[in-house]
């Protein structure tokens, strides 16, 4: 007995230990939170500061790793602390008050301020996401927004299906297609909803300041026929090509299919089945058959692999038998392109000109190919050890050295075997400082468009609290003040600065995160890309914004029909987001409907999940920096 009672007075005493451990621990915490609230002034928050208030709560507690804490914690069977975003200070002193009582102890302070609770939290973060998004559907909490495809303007029964199926908003992406498309696309959903007799809102992106691939010098007039073969190499298909009779301009029609030029008068001599004799651009020996004939000319086909030029004369017979030949015309240049494997060097230049492949200057010297972005100046910032990405992550490289020619970029990241790097292929410099306005002209004038016809307004690229904030001063120059905003953080700065950009978005106005996985994933490192969302979900949480969860979700199905295993899971993760966004397709309505039900069931599962409290370097940078943009005066903006 007087063991048992020994053992019995060692676990006591440990356990008075831990908890005493876990006091002290958790009581640093508690005086870290309400520092950092005291450092940063929560002044012009109006309805909004309980909120701001748990965001820097929120930030203060990530900068311990507090793993070792969580274990003991449910170890007592208390609060690990995981699932404290929206109410930080609420679900620290609970476990505070339970340690304390567990020990026999009073707690020694009152909160000056009662902290927010789950349940106000939870009502602030629906209530915000029903501001932007409007009212959840019955049976799912997280709403469904769909990009608008060109089809969306000039097809109502797409429009129709895709309501009916569960999109609850519209985006519209102002990067593509006109005023006139956009104004068409909002006037089918109006017409469309109102006859359902349901809401749906409607989102438009600003293009931003995107750096795309710069053109290049067009590759030769050259096209290349080839007919389709089995795995033997015997013809399955040959191919075919129009014989488009040439028009008073000198060109073809505009049909897409493949197709030269040829006389009106020798086209007309022609006839079914006539064999076609011809050496194409290699001097190989080819004959085209002619099919049949159409209102532009002759289709025909050819069972080899040719090369047709301008000049190439096609000889066919008379009815007499005698030669009867054409030469082709109207063969255009193909677009320029460059060849980039793992191991070649590029220069990125700094002027308009059309950039070109590799080329031999008058020593035979090999100079190395030569392309141009979208906004030039941008590469006078570029300097030696920042990485560039072209074709969203497709080609990567490290700059080696900057000139007067440009910055000199040796390529590690290619596909295998290398591929073709084009022109109006977007760019990213993750390392760079760009030095770009976050509203473009073109931005300005589209968004004078935008407050007129949207609910929402999607802020691509926005950078810094200051972005925030001149985004609100040109929304209320257009008498829009409260518009809501959607944040795409889809740059590495845009993660960095996260916290004072919610802070900024919770002082001026409804808000809501999109988590654009595109761009983001080329910026952090695809490596990174799951932990980087997950502290963007975290974040907005702290701050009760809602969240979007958006790019290539379900992707495959919406292009092919046809679903992954691995994009059927993302799609579900996307239930802890309130709103998830699919891009276009053919087959968007499928897509919409499976994730309508993927979303049902995944709620009935899961809201949220718990976390481990490991050390944020975004909440560290933040509450270091303490950045001058969060300390301005309330009637700045």
């Not at 020619?405 to 109006?424: E, N």
């Not at 004078?448 to 925030?468: P, R």
């Not at 002082?507 to 996985?517: E, F, K």
């Not at 994009?567 to 579900?572: I, K, L, N, W, Y």
């Amino acid at each position: 007995m007087a063991a048992v009672s020994s053992r019995a007075s060692e676990l006591a005493t440990d356990r008075e230990e831990r908890i005493g451990h876990l006091l002290h621990r958790l009581e640093e915490v508690r005086a870290s939170l309400l520092d950092a609230e005291a450092r940063v002034p929560l002044v012009g928050f109006g309805r909004c500061r309980e909120s701001a208030r748990n965001l820097v709560h929120y930030l203060a507690l990530r900068q311990f790793d507090l793993r070792s804490v969580q274990n003991e914690l449910a170890e007592l069977g208390l609060s690990s602390l995981g699932r404290a975003e929206s109410h930080v200070l609420h679900n620290l002193e609970s476990v505070l008050e339970r340690l304390y009582a567990l020990r026999g102890s009073p707690t020694p302070w009152r909160g000056s301020i009662v902290p927010i609770d789950p349940r106000r939290a939870r009502a602030r973060i629906d209530r915000n996401a029903t501001e932007l998004f409007g009212p959840a559907p019955p049976g799912r909490d997280t709403r469904i927004m769909v990009t608008a495809p060109l089809e969306f303007a000039r097809d109502p029964q797409l429009v129709r299906e895709l309501l009916e199926n569960g999109m609850d908003c519209l985006r519209i992406n102002c990067a593509h297609d006109t005023p006139d498309d956009w104004r068409r696309m909002t006037v089918q959903l109006r017409r469309a909803a109102r006859a359902q007799r349901r809401g749906c809102r409607v989102e438009m992106d600003l293009g931003g300041p995107r750096l795309r691939t710069g053109s290049l010098e067009a590759g030769p007039a050259v096209l290349k026929l080839r007919p389709e073969r089995d795995s033997w190499g015997r013809v399955q298909h040959p191919a075919t090509v129009l014989l488009a009779v040439a028009t008073a301009g000198g060109g073809p029609d505009s049909r897409p299919e493949p197709r030269i030029s040829v006389p009106a008068a020798w086209a007309e001599r022609r006839r079914a089945g006539e064999r076609i004799r011809f050496r194409d651009a290699r001097g190989a020996a080819r004959e085209l058959r002619l099919l049949a004939r159409t209102p532009q000319g002759w289709t025909a086909s050819v069972g080899n692999t040719c090369y047709l030029t301008n000049g190439v004369r096609l000889i066919g017979r008379s009815r007499a038998g005698r030669t009867d030949s054409a030469l082709v015309t109207g063969v255009t240049s193909t677009p320029g392109r460059i060849r980039l494997a793992i191991g070649a060097s590029l220069v990125l230049s700094p002027t308009t000109r059309p950039g070109h492949e590799r080329t031999t200057d008058r020593r035979g010297r090999t100079l190395p190919p030569t392309i141009g972005v979208t906004v030039p100046e941008v590469v006078e910032r570029i300097r030696p050890g920042e990485r560039v990405w072209f074709d969203g992550g497709r080609f990567g490289g490290i700059v080696r050295s900057v000139s007067r020619d440009g910055a000199l970029v040796r390529i590690d990241h290619a596909p295998s075997g290398g591929g073709w790097l084009r022109a109006d292929q977007g760019v990213n410099l993750p390392d760079t400082d760009l030095g770009l306005p976050s509203l473009t002209p073109a931005d300005l004038a589209d968004l004078a468009f935008i407050v007129k016809h949207a609910d929402l307004v999607g802020y691509s690229f926005v950078q810094s609290a200051e972005d925030v904030m001149r985004l609100r001063q040109e929304l209320r120059r257009l008498g829009r003040p409260e518009m809501g905003v959607v944040l795409k953080i889809e740059t590495r700065r845009s993660f960095e600065r996260l916290p004072e950009i919610l802070l900024a978005a919770l002082r001026t106005g409804p808000a809501a995160v999109m988590l654009a996985r595109g761009d983001l994933a080329v910026e952090v490192g695809f490596e990174r890309l799951a932990e980087v969302q997950e502290e963007i979900l975290w974040l907005a949480e702290a701050a009760h914004l809602p969240a979007v969860w958006a790019t290539q979700v379900l992707e495959g199905l919406a292009k092919s029909g046809i679903p992954s295993r691995a994009e059927v899971t993302d799609a579900a993760m996307g239930e802890r987001a309130e709103c998830v966004m699919l891009n276009k397709g053919p087959y968007l309505v499928p897509a919409v409907r499976a994730l309508d039900s993927i979303v049902r069931r995944m709620q009935a599962h899961q809201a949220k999940k718990s976390a481990r409290l490991r050390h944020l370097t975004v909440a560290e940078r933040f509450l270091k920096g303490m950045s001058p943009a969060i300390e301005i005066s309330p009637g700045a903006v």
